[in-house]
């Protein structure tokens, strides 16, 4: 019983300790996107499991803690990139009910599609020329691997 | 030396997962169609996988680190159903396989010509049916908030302050 409460209280210190971090590192980057957040949480549960081998030696931590990273890398990527949740959380703010066709132009087609084309023409897997858009080399490289795995799961249609 | 005895029983279970997801998924013609059903599909093999996982050690030592293996084993399944979802319902993965090799596409004809000729307001919509059958929102011409999709608003703009995302990707 003693070690259920002294392995509760440590994981709340350290998830607690996750979020302080986590605020401060937000604050002092410039912008602070999903790769820098996965980044973040890898070297953090890398960080605590090295002082738990060392100090605490307990194995509930390395267990909780790689659950408790799974699901917050799960989470964050529905905060931040979720269409649903924007829809929701735009709603929730507006107050108001929201027309269809001018969600889809001034929201979803300007600040999720086009913002996500500008995003992969800044990764360097999309080349624009002359209003043109094409895969790069890089691009094509991850079609090719994207049409593996959707036939070895026998995905035809995708989005 | 326990942590290695732990991977390398969520190893097993890994093996024993996917090779049934695969049998599911080919000897049964389960195809991925949305979401909720790749969990589904998923679901079975994973109940599996741990008891097959547990049977095979339960004469050995190793089972006493079953529970901790059983917690890993909930994380492999849990990134393994994002991967799936990512692969079907991924917003950018489907943007990249729009394009052919060779294919140029102009903004405007790359918005008609998303997932597979579908167009971009397909998605949307899609999105927006999931969120109606979920009784989230009501759903006309015009799109309004329900009290449930008030409530989990509410979470979900308080958990973006937890997590400080102050953006959408």
């Known amino acids: ?159 | 030396m326990i942590i290695l005895q732990i991977i390398l029983l969520s190893s097993l279970f890994t093996v024993i997962f996917i090779g049934f997801h695969f049998i599911f998924l080919y000897l049964f013609s389960f195809n991925l169609i949305s979401f909720k059903k790749v969990v589904q599909q998923n679901i079975i093999p994973f109940v599996l996988g741990n008891l097959i996982c547990f049977y095979l050690v339960k004469d050995f030592e190793v089972h006493k680190l079953f529970l901790h293996s059983f917690i890993i084993n909930l994380s492999i399944f849990i990134i393994y159903v994002e991967f799936l979802s990512l692969l079907k319902t991924g917003f950018t993965i489907s943007i990249i396989t729009s394009f052919k090799k060779k294919q140029k596409f102009t903004t405007k004809k790359l918005i008609k010509s998303y997932a597979s000729g579908k167009g971009a307001k397909w998605i949307l919509l899609d999105r927006l049916d999931g969120l109606r059958q979920l009784k989230i929102i009501r759903l006309n011409k015009k799109i309004v908030l329900s009290q449930l999709g008030c409530f989990l608003s509410i979470i979900l703009i308080f958990l973006r302050k937890i997590f400080v995302v102050r953006d959408f990707g």
């Open chain 1, 1 to 159: 019983m003693e070690l259920f409460f002294k392995t509760v209280f440590s994981l709340l210190i350290i998830n607690f300790i996750f979020l302080i971090l986590n605020f401060f590192i937000t604050v002092s980057l410039k912008k602070y996107t999903y790769d820098k957040f996965f980044i973040y949480v890898i070297t953090y549960f890398i960080l605590i499991n090295f002082i738990n081998l060392i100090y605490l030696k307990n194995i509930h931590i390395f267990t909780f803690q790689a659950l408790f990273s799974v699901v917050v890398l799960l989470l964050y990527s529905g905060l931040y990139r979720s269409i649903s949740v924007k829809i929701m959380v735009y709603l929730y703010l507006k107050k108001v009910s929201v027309d269809i066709n001018s969600f889809y132009k001034n929201e979803f087609k300007e600040k999720s599609f086009n913002k996500r084309l500008k995003t992969l023409i800044d990764n360097g897997i999309l080349i624009k020329k002359n209003k043109q858009l094409t895969l790069s080399e890089k691009g094509k490289k991850y079609l090719k691997i994207f049409k593996i795995f959707q036939s070895i799961y026998r995905i035809k249609v995708n989005g």
